[in-house]
């Protein structure tokens, strides 16, 4: 009811391109002789409106990406009373006045890279006894503009997160330079994760992930490919 043909037809395209990077994904998996599943489709839902991601969710898909506290928070309190078991990642850089926001809403928060954010996330999992899982971010191609710790700082940033600051940091995440052919990036992320002694990797976007999951990808983030250009 009132929604227009158009709207029908868009929510029917991200729902097949769904289907067609999930078929994907299970391809690159049985190609780099990994388990069915073990890379996980996180949805990139940035830009797009409650309305436009149900669709995606009613097609059954429950693990999703948004990189801005304030966006996340217009958009998902009302999904995630709907659906419980969606799984909200924060993909985008955290400012340190915006901690307690993301420690309230994200179940999974991909982007500490910097002492003050650990201190701060400290401070507010122990304030409201609720905590997100925590990637570092890792600026593999030490882009100045990019957010994420150097990859020679990383080992340490991750042990004196655990040590000092008592938190528990799950998984490793990069965003390879634009330009570049990202493998040698992946193969670097991984490289500190076994290292660092890190389960979880978080790497590749549309135009990558079949290469992510070659590289060790765990999850892979994935928007345009199923939503359409932003
Ligand atoms: C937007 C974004 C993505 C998804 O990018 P697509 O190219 O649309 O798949 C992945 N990771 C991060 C950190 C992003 O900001």
């Known amino acids: 009811m009132g929604i227009s ?3 029908n037809s868009k929510a029917d395209d991200s729902v097949t391109r769904l289907a067609e990077v999930k078929s994907r994904i299970g391809a690159a998996e049985r190609e780099a002789g990994r388990a069915a599943g073990s890379a996980r489709l996180v949805a990139v839902s940035k ?17 999703f990406g948004e990189n801005r506290v304030q966006e996340a928070q217009a958009k998902w ?5 709907d659906f419980p078991d969606i799984e909200l990642h924060l ?7 915006k901690a307690k926001e993301a420690v309230a ?16 996330l400290a401070k507010e999992i122990a304030r409201q006894g609720r905590s997100p899982k925590l990637y ?3 600026n593999t191609g030490s882009e100045p503009q990019k957010a994420g710790i150097e990859p020679q700082a ?7 997160c655990r040590d000092v600051h008592g938190l528990k940091i ?7 330079p634009a330009d570049e052919n990202p493998g040698p990036h992946f193969a670097l992320l991984a490289k500190i994760a076994r290292e660092a002694n890190v389960d979880l990797l978080s790497m590749g976007m549309s135009a990558d992930y079949g290469v992510a999951i070659a590289f060790g990808a765990t999850s892979v983030r994935v928007g345009s490919a199923i939503f359409g250009s932003r």
Do not use: H, W, Y
């Not at 991601?53 to 898909?61: M, Y």
């Not at 993909?91 to 006045?97: A, F, H, T, V, W």
């Open 47 to 63: 830009t797009f409106n409650a309305d436009e991601v149900l669709p995606v969710i009613e097609a059954s898909q429950r693990l």
């Open 170 to 176: 799950d998984g490793l995440m990069c965003i390879p």
């Open 91 to 97: 993909i985008g850089p955290l400012q340190s006045n």
């Open 105 to 120: 809403l994200f179940d999974v928060i991909e982007t500490v890279d910097r002492e003050k954010i650990a201190v701060e």
């Open 5 to 7: 043909v158009s709207e």
């Open 77 to 81: 309190p009302g999904l995630k009373t």
């Open 154 to 160: 990383a080992i340490a940033f991750v042990q004196r």
């Open 136 to 138: 570092v971010q890792v």
